[in-house]
Structures are given as structure tokens and as C-alpha cells.
């Protein structure tokens, strides 16, 4: 299995630009995530997906979409990249059971470096 | 809301020096907690877990974390730790709908050889 998979690694976007950065998982998880990360602030939630076609905002979702049409794919979509979305964005998945079932240890992807000028 | 507090943002040890990292959160349900691991340049790794049962969690390459539930505690420990270790170190708390993870903010820790 690769796991979970993110592309693209790096990516310098100009303000006012748009992305949509991928991420794939081969481990039949129903659970998947975006987490964005920042020097000193931990991972924060972005969006969550509890099953293809249910997605839920996280900690913060202002500027950024998401959709889960399969099992398999969670994009995450930057519509008007602003300075503030500099980070370095992680995917992962889970199983879970379902609600209050949860517990089931999340994977990571490799992550993407995004920088916006 | 649920919160994860990590008390040093940088530690340095010495190669054989004893580890403990401090992690509380806040939340007064059931909990299951975890320690992740981000060696430089690298994504997160599992480190261990906790769900039920034994509140002494051993984990893999050595650590082990002890669930203190009077405490809201979940403190990550490696009795002598090696060059190896340099690392940033995660602690997350899962008790909600959705698995969602909340993650402390991270504690760098630099071993020197």
C-alpha cells in the first residue's frame, strides 16, 4: 500500500491565484482530513470528510473548499491564495466505526509546501 | 471546546538524559489519546496510542506515555534517549464526532550527540 499520498510537494502561488492540492488513499479509510501546519501552532484542522459525497468544516476553513466524490480522494481547493495561507498542508485518513465509534489512529501524507507572494 | 496544552515548545537533552514531555488537555469525557512524531522533513508518524485499559501506553522506538485521568494528563517518557530522537513531538486528543483530531502545538526536542 502507498498509504496516503499528497502532490504536489511544492508549490509558489502568486496572490489572487487558485490550487487545488491532491490527496489519495489506498487503505479503504472512510475518514479523511486537511490540516494545515504552522511554526509553533501545532496541525489545525482545515476540513474533514466523514464518507464520499459528506464533507464538514473544521477549526479553519475560510479560503479554502473541499469535495469527496470517492472513497479514495479528498482535494482541497485554494481559491484566492492570500499571504496567510503560507503553511505546509497534511492529508490523512482514519476508519472509524461511526459516530462515537472513533479512536482508530489517523495517517499522514507527506505533505505539501505551499507558499503564496 | 477541547484544548491540548504541550509545556515546552524546545527542549535539548544530552545523549542518555531521560525524557518526559508534559501534554494536558481539556475535556471531561472519554478520550483517546495519541503522541505523534515528525522527524525534519518528514510527515507524522504514530507514535502511540492510547484508547482503553492500561493507562501505561508503550509505543515504539522506546517511549512509552502514561494516561493520568485526575490529571487530564498524557505524558510522553523514553528513559535515555538517543541523536536519533530529534524530532518535533505531537500530542493529540480525539473525542468528538468525525475522529477529528486536536493537536497540541508541538514540542521540538534536540538531542546532542
Known amino acids: 500500500n502507498a498509504g496516503v499520498t499528497q502532490t504536489p510537494k511544492f508549490r509558489i502561488l502568486k496572490i489572487g491565484q487558485s490550487m487545488t492540492l491532491q490527496c489519495t488513499q489506498d487503505?479503504?479509510?472512510?475518514?479523511m482530513y486537511w490540516y494545515r501546519q504552522d511554526p509553533g501552532m501545532g496541525l489545525k484542522l482545515i476540513y474533514y470528510?466523514?464518507?464520499?459525497?459528506?464533507?464538514d468544516k473544521g477549526e479553519v476553513p475560510n479560503g479554502y473548499n473541499v469535495s469527496r466524490s470517492t472513497t479514495e480522494d479528498f482535494p482541497l481547493r485554494l481559491e484566492l491564495a492570500a499571504p496567510s495561507q503560507t503553511s505546509v498542508y497534511f492529508c490523512a485518513s482514519s476508519y472509524s466505526r461511526g459516530p462515537g465509534q472513533g479512536g482508530y489512529e489517523q495517517y499522514f501524507g507527506p505533505g505539501t509546501r505551499l507558499t503564496v507572494t | 471546546a477541547q484544548s491540548v496544552s504541550q509545556h515546552n515548545h524546545h527542549v535539548i537533552l544530552s545523549e542518555a538524559a531521560s525524557l518526559e514531555l508534559g501534554c494536558n488537555y481539556s475535556?471531561?469525557?472519554?478520550?483517546?489519546l495519541f503522541w505523534y512524531v515528525q522527524y525534519p522533513g518528514q510527515h507524522l508518524q504514530l507514535l502511540l496510542k492510547?484508547?482503553?485499559?492500561?493507562?501505561l501506553v508503550k509505543g515504539i522506538k522506546g517511549f512509552e506515555a502514561e494516561f493520568i485521568k485526575s490529571k487530564f494528563s498524557f505524558n510522553l517518557r523514553k528513559p535515555s534517549v538517543q541523536w536519533s530522537d530529534t524530532a518535533e513531538y505531537f500530542c493529540?486528543?480525539?473525542?468528538?464526532?468525525?475522529?477529528?483530531?486536536?493537536f497540541g502545538a508541538g514540542t521540538i526536542l534536540r538531542v546532542k550527540s
Open positions: 470528510s466523514v464518507g464520499a459525497g459528506i464533507t
Open positions: 492510547y484508547f482503553s485499559g492500561d493507562p
Open positions: 487503505m479503504n479509510h472512510n475518514y
Open positions: 475535556y471531561g469525557g472519554t478520550v483517546n
Open positions: 493529540a486528543v480525539n473525542a468528538e464526532y468525525g475522529n477529528k483530531l486536536v
